[in-house]
């Protein structure tokens, strides 16, 4: 029997206001309850009708995997299955040592039938915070949807488009694109899809007439779907078996993606365990509409201070986030519908702290030869990590921008001008160290080899990195690879039967050690040449060149660091191998994080539209055979640089959301570049624009949108 002076003093809304008469009665019949902490106190569709007074300690609540929050003492539970005789609606799990009365079903019958007052007196108090309940859950909604509903049609009529099907249906409203799409086409799983012009999760409901298209694992945008989804997984599992650690997911290579975070081997393993779990369970991905005041208060006090500091940009007075198993993140784009198909999904170590493998279901369609050799390769020399890149976060930490919130935040107070001239001199200082290195070795350095992917700025680079040299007494001499192609009908094709100009047997690889080992004797030489519109290469029709005193050679193109391309016609003393490419990563949330591919991706859609021309959906339906090219003859010999220089620019997504906002928004809806379009747009639409005024001539960023004060 529990003290009618402790239900007197309770602070249940539910007890309050109870006359003693019927406090006594309960004391009689409540039996109180200890749980410890993680103990379930009530299952979601168990068949129990008991009600709970919660007396000490807290319990979450969670249905379908969605977070309904926290209930501190007073609080009660279970009324709904004690009334109207259903299963449980929630689960409720104690978070810590907990105390609770428990009025039973068996309890509540005998206070029906015998004492019908206090069992008409608790009814009534609970009917009141039913009450209360409703009203604030309908102010909750209206702040929400501040608009009026309009009536729905029960059918619409849809286009499906399956690969090269097209089907037309007439489907009831509010069917799910997962009911409608096949689970793979044409041997690619499905992951998303687009609905009209945005991509979404199979999830979404089908509420408007519109045109609905599968995302699979064969394109780029399918592929982000799965990588953001194992992101998540890792999250919810990490979160489970190393609560306390701090993880951030950073990029994306190839087959798998890097996270940063100290963890021990033993830990990686147990979080390895529990991704698996939680992908055996099939626990659905959840997307939810917060109040921006909701997502503050709930990023901060699970400390995610980059989640806080995005939103200090956010529109609107909500934000969708999305969630597994607790964990909740800003919603960057759809998710799987459930974990069931990352089974293979798995961890390797990193020098970073751990490598998400996103399984053989997606390595199939990625466009390394090897996948596994690749993994292995960034396990051992991974490809964003460099001195400069370190020196690079360290400065940007010491600014205070340690994320893109906290660079917009930065920007807002005043501050662009000063990150804008810092930046730029930090490229300066490093170019002039890599020149003075040079110079140091005198005579020793004879040929400078420069190579990087596509949009890493090597041109401006160059162009600067001439003028320290030239500072230090030594002058470069430009030696074009594109003049040593073989004729085109002797231009290896690839596995598409089409020629493959980016693999090294395009290049007359004998010619060139020949007029390398002529050069470095202080011959002189005939140089070759190409004619592009012919197809027809000329052993002697180019330039003649002799290295005079104080000169060098510097050779620029993909296959600079690929020791192939000398031979032996050059020593590895007299050899200066540079590799350029942007690696800052700045995180908008654990989860997610500015690739730098997407970085170089955004600058060559803004350069080739805004100086050639091109068309942002043309450049993006190139961009996977680019990334193919890349990842076959670039990034497998990166780790032959003698130094790695980082071409970004903390502001520069800032000037480049100028023009590519729009170059962008020219995709068609129904173009097969829109997915990737609205997912750039997004990226996009998160950064403070900055005035490209503030952008000096000299800077790497000039090269792609124009008014550089090199000419090239």
């Known amino acids: 029997m529990i003290d009618v002076a402790l239900l007197r003093s309770s602070r249940s809304p539910l007890l309050q206001g109870l006359a003693d008469v019927h406090l006594a009665v309960l004391a009689d019949v409540l039996i109180e309850e200890r749980f410890a902490a993680d103990e379930v106190v009530i299952l979601q569709g168990d068949a129990g009708h008991d009600l709970y007074v919660l007396v000490e300690g807290q319990v979450r609540l969670t249905r379908h995997e969605h977070d309904l929050g926290v209930l501190s003492p007073g609080a009660h539970f279970g009324e709904i299955a004690l009334i109207g005789h259903r299963g449980r609606a929630a689960t409720v799990v104690a978070v810590g040592d907990v105390v609770a009365w428990r009025l039973s079903e068996e309890a509540w019958r005998q206070l029906t039938t015998q004492q019908p007052r206090t069992a008409v007196a608790v009814l009534e108090r609970l009917v009141d915070r039913l009450a209360d309940q409703l009203v604030a859950m309908t102010d909750h909604v209206e702040l929400l949807f501040d608009r009026p509903t309009v009536a729905r049609e029960r059918a619409h009529a849809v286009t499906i488009v399956e690969g090269s099907r097209t089907r037309h249906l007439t489907v009831r409203s509010g069917t799910r694109l997962g009911e409608l799409l096949p689970p793979a086409v044409d041997g690619a799983d499905v992951t998303a899809a687009m609905l009209g012009q945005r991509p979404v999760g199979l999830s979404t409901p089908v509420l408007s007439p519109a045109r609905i298209e599968a995302l699979t694992l064969s394109s780029w945008e399918g592929r982000e779907v799965w990588r953001r989804s194992a992101g998540l997984l890792f999250l919810a599992a990490a979160r489970q078996v190393a609560p306390t650690s701090r993880f951030t997911l950073l990029h994306s290579v190839g087959a798998g993606r890097v996270v940063r975070g100290a963890v021990s081997s033993s830990t990686l393993s147990a979080i390895g365990s529990a991704m698996r779990e939680l992908a055996l369970a099939d626990r659905p991905f959840v997307r939810e509409q917060w109040t921006l005041e909701d997502a503050r208060a709930h990023f901060a006090a699970v400390g995610d201070d980059d989640a806080v500091a995005a939103l200090g940009i956010a529109r609107g007075p909500t934000m969708a986030v999305t969630g597994l198993a607790g964990v909740y993140v800003q919603a960057m784009g759809p998710l799987l519908p459930t974990t069931g198909a990352l089974t293979e999904v798995t961890l390797r170590p990193h020098p970073e702290g751990a490598l998400v493998v996103h399984g053989p279901a997606l390595g199939r369609f990625l466009d390394e030869a090897d996948v596994d050799a690749a993994l292995a390769h960034e396990a051992r020399w991974p490809r964003f990590a460099s001195p400069m890149q370190q020196d690079h976060e360290r400065w940007l930490r010491g600014m205070g921008v340690t994320s893109i919130g906290s660079f917009n935040a930065f920007c807002v107070s005043g501050r662009v001008t000063e990150i804008v001239r810092n930046a730029e001199g ?287």
Request: with cysteine; net charge neutral; glycine share 10%.
């Open 426 to 712: 930090f490229h300066e200082k490093h170019i002039g160290r890599i020149a003075d290195t040079i110079a140091a070795r005198g005579d020793g350095v004879r040929v400078i080899a420069v190579a990087g992917p596509s949009s890493s700025g090597k041109t401006t680079f160059i162009k600067r990195l001439t003028v320290q040299l030239e500072v230090n007494g030594v002058r470069p001499v430009g030696l074009s690879l594109d003049d040593y192609y073989v004729d085109r009908e002797r231009t290896p094709k690839d596995e598409r039967g089409e020629y493959d100009y980016e693999v090294l047997g395009a290049l007359d690889t004998d010619l060139l050690q020949q007029h390398l080992r002529a050069l470095l004797a202080g011959d002189e030489v005939k140089t070759a040449h190409f004619d592009f519109k012919r197809g027809v290469s000329s052993k002697d029709g180019g330039p003649r060149m002799r290295l005079r005193p104080g000169e060098v050679l510097l050779i620029e193109g993909i296959h600079g660091l690929n020791p192939a391309l000398v031979g032996d016609a050059v020593t590895t003393s007299q050899m200066f191998r540079i590799f350029v490419q942007p690696a800052l990563c700045l995180p908008f949330d654990p989860l997610t994080a500015v690739n730098p591919s997407d970085l170089r991706f955004i600058r060559r859609i803004v350069r080739d539209r805004h100086g050639r021309g091109t068309k942002a959906a043309d450049n993006i339906l190139r961009w996977s055979s680019v990334r193919r090219g890349e990842a076959r003859h670039i990034f497998p010999h990166q780790h032959h640089a003698d130094v790695v220089f980082d071409t970004s620019l903390a502001y520069e997504l800032g000037v480049l959301k100028v023009y590519g906002e729009r170059y962008l928004l020219e995709v068609p809806p129904d173009h097969p570049a829109a997915p990737t379009a609205y997912r750039l747009r997004g990226l996009l639409d998160r950064v403070v624009a900055i005035y490209p005024d503030h952008v000096p001539p000299t800077s790497i960023l000039r090269e792609f949108i124009g008014g550089s004060g090199f000419e090239y």
